[in-house]
């Protein structure tokens, strides 16, 4: 599903962090207050796991209880669909797996 992106900006200069999936995963919502981020970081950590489709304006997602499901389990499986889900979710992420294929051009 391609998702309304918007700039690569809305990232800040964050990363999606593993180490920040367990508590995210643990304590759903909640994470939010239970974190040592800061402002910006809870932003970008916010637009990295709505454009994953983990997370919606509602809050969390199906998909969300079910990569959380296979996270504790098998991290990385998790991860590759949380990847894919950003290929599709995230202009910024889907540029930058095409740049090899751009050079070759």
Excluded at 44 to 65: E, H, Q, S, Y
């Amino acid at each position: 599903m391609i998702r309304a992106g918007g700039s690569i900006d809305r990232y800040s200069t964050f990363g999606l962090r593993d180490e920040w999936l367990p508590a995210i995963f643990t304590y759903e919502d909640g994470w939010i207050e239970r974190n040592s981020l800061g402002p910006v970081q809870v932003k970008a950590v916010k637009n990295w796991l709505m454009d994953a489709g983990l997370i919606d304006k509602k809050g969390i997602t199906p998909l969300f209880r079910r990569i959380r499901e296979i996270y504790f389990h098998d991290p990385e499986s998790a991860w590759q669909i949380i990847w894919t889900e950003l290929y599709y979710g995230s202009p910024a992420v889907r540029l930058s797996a095409m740049k090899p294929i751009l050079k070759e051009n």
